[in-house]
């Protein structure tokens, strides 16, 4: 079975319009999206609108939430007072301009996502707003996966798609009670993935094309799909619906500009 | 040379915090250091007179240095301070009975005192938390998934996590053997990268108070990163009912 994996539209239409007609091709059988459909992009209904006419099944992302609940997030939803006021500055259009019956299918999206032995998250297993990042500690990335008691997790939420592949992960712990002699365990894991879909509207690895993945279930293989499209279509959106300018600054470079959290493993507490 | 004693789990129980705090002065190396982990109150016991001992340390004692615990946040919780309102997960675990008997326990001025206490302290290459940095509800024992264990330290970015919310006294070193990691990203496969290697270690520091447990808690000599676990012996006076101690 062939699965095509899309996260992070933001609104971006043409984006969205560009990468399903690339799953079309390469005749996937089931599409997931791991959230993040609306914020930053000036057409949040009707990616909202496509994605539900398609009947996709979809986690909530960050944004998802934050358009339903307000923007109640700690400090670490920013990294920089200058992205936090963007930010704001994007949730309150987002906020205006989508109409009702999004915002209750946003409400009503689920965390998670499985099918057999994958999990679909937007951020991590622990919450939408945690990054897994490619260079996370091994371990630690291990401990998501185990976490949602998968052999593969799809995250989106970086906006840079990768494949991450866990092996041989062992780990000893000797236990010391106060009077008794010491005890010992061992762990082992079998081969673990992560696979992150990077993003359909909001690219940031270096070029504006939109990205998703291709996923096996048979042979486990996965492909890292990048799609050119007209972004300059979605630029001029931005400018026009009165979005900040630097959106479509960034989209047409496919760049985080400097948007990174200095501390990506923090869990917001909400 | 410093030499620090941590405990957690007071729950209200003035006597066995006594108990203890007799116990740290006996010590033939001084302790330089008190830190608490959270649970000065509890449902038990009296709580606002543990709170007025541990915020008025007699001459020559430490200066308790505390975070908040389990029993912390449900009073947050109660005085709408932070968190969910209503204690649900105090009813979960107590009964109803219990939002009465902890609203009477802990008066208002206690709990905003309370509330601004730390979440948790990294000193040197430790971290001194409750549960973890998770959540305060983190109950890491001997027991709990050495994944996990794996990942709190390497969350909590400290060689050695001392916690408090399971009770429970014991050290784990966790230690990892191998992982090998490759990275897949649209423009490479970099070479597969092997983790880190050094061991870390879990420590549960006991708890002070708990209704039939022994008071038990922990030194730590930062100079020889030697844990050691002590057991403070009951008397026929201590426990809840116990007559409190001269001041």
């Excluded at chain 1, 239409?13 to 914020?39: F, M, P, R, T, W």
């Excluded at chain 2, 090998?180 to 597969?192: E, G, H, I, K």
Aim: with cysteine; aromatic share 8%; net charge negative.
């Amino acid at each position: 079975m062939k699965l095509a994996v899309i996260s992070c539209i933001h609104g971006n239409y043409e984006a969205l319009n560009a990468v399903l007609s690339d799953i079309d091709a390469h005749k996937a059988d089931q599409i997931y999206c791991l959230g993040d459909l609306v914020g930053y992009g000036p057409h949040p209904n009707a990616v909202v609108e496509m994605v539900r006419s398609l009947d996709i099944p979809t986690c909530q992302g960050c944004w998802d939430e934050d358009i339903v609940e307000g923007l109640n997030a700690c400090d670490c939803s920013y990294p920089s007072q200058l992205a936090e006021k963007r930010g704001h500055l994007a949730h309150e259009w987002t906020n205006r301009a989508i109409h009702p019956e999004v915002r209750e299918y946003l409400a009503c999206l689920p965390m998670t996502l499985r099918q057999d032995n994958l999990c679909f998250v937007h951020g991590s297993p622990n919450s939408q707003h945690e990054y897994l990042l490619p260079t996370m500690d091994g371990f630690a990335a291990l401990e998501r996966v185990l976490a949602a008691e998968a052999d593969v997790l799809f995250c989106g939420h970086t906006h840079i798609p990768y494949l991450r592949e866990l092996e041989n992960g062992t780990l000893s712990v000797k236990v010391q009670h106060p009077g008794q002699s010491e005890t010992h365990r061992e762990f082992t894991a079998p081969l673990k993935r992560i696979v992150n879909a990077g993003s359909v509207g909001e690219p940031r690895h270096g070029r504006p094309n939109a990205t998703y993945v291709l996923y096996d279930t048979d042979s486990a293989q996965t492909t890292l799909r990048e799609v050119p499209y007209d972004y300059e279509k979605t630029c001029a959106a931005i400018i026009e619906q009165g979005l900040p300018p630097i959106f479509a600054w960034r989209l047409a470079r496919g760049m985080e500009f400097a948007e990174r959290a200095e501390d990506a493993g923090h869990v917001c507490e909400r | 040379m410093a030499n620090w004693a941590i405990l957690s789990g007071i729950e209200g129980n003035l006597a066995a915090y006594e108990a203890v705090l007799a116990d740290i002065r006996r010590q033939r190396q001084p302790v330089t250091d008190l830190y608490i982990l959270g649970d000065l109150v509890g449902l038990r016991g009296d709580s606002e007179e543990v709170v007025r001992r541990v915020r008025s340390p007699q001459r020559g004692e430490p200066i308790p240095q505390v975070c908040t615990g389990w029993w912390e946040e449900q009073c947050f919780s109660l005085h709408g301070i932070r968190g969910l309102p209503d204690a649900p997960e105090l009813v979960e675990r107590y009964g109803i009975g219990a939002v009465k008997d902890l609203w009477e326990a802990v008066s208002r001025q206690t709990v905003q005192w309370l509330a601004d206490l730390d979440f948790g302290f990294h000193e040197l290459d430790c971290l001194l938390i409750h549960g973890s940095t998770v959540s305060y509800g983190d109950e890491l024992t001997p027991e709990t998934p050495p994944i996990q264990l794996c990942d709190r330290l390497i969350r909590a970015d400290a060689n050695t996590l001392f916690c408090g919310r399971s009770g429970l006294a014991f050290e784990c070193w966790v230690e990892p053997g191998a992982l090998r990691s490759t990275v897949t990203t649209l423009d490479q496969t970099a070479a597969p990268q092997d983790q880190e290697k050094s061991p870390r270690r879990v420590v549960g520091v006991g708890n002070v108070g708990r209704q039939g447990c022994q008071p038990s808690y922990v030194l730590y000599n930062p100079g020889t990163d030697q844990v050691s676990f002590k057991c403070v012996q009951s008397s026929p006076a201590r426990g809840f009912g116990a007559a409190r101690p001269k001041k």
